[in-house]
């Protein structure tokens, strides 16, 4: 599970505005997934919107490891 992006409130551009996040979740198989997210807020929320962003999608990932 990896996160990335820019929360704020410096470090962005034109290309890479603040609430720029990426999450990337790997497993065995060579099963990749990978989401760019663009959230709204200040420092805070952009920083919780992405952990809960990859909470959900990790149960996701780990649901269908099991059912698949």
């Known amino acids: 599970l990896a996160v990335t992006g820019i929360a704020g409130p410096g470090g962005g551009s034109v290309k890479k505005a603040v609430g720029l ?10 099963r990749t997934v990978v989401r760019r997210f663009r959230f709204k807020g200040d420092r805070a929320a952009v920083k919780k919107a992405g952990s809960e962003s990859a909470i959900r ?3 996701e990932f780990l649901k269908k490891k099991r059912s698949g």
């Not at 996040?21 to 060579?30: E, K, L, P």
Request: proline letters at 0%; glycine letters at 30%; aromatic letters at 8%.
């Open 21 to 30: 996040v990426f999450i990337a979740i790997a497993g065995g198989g060579g």
């Open 57 to 59: 999608m990790l149960i």
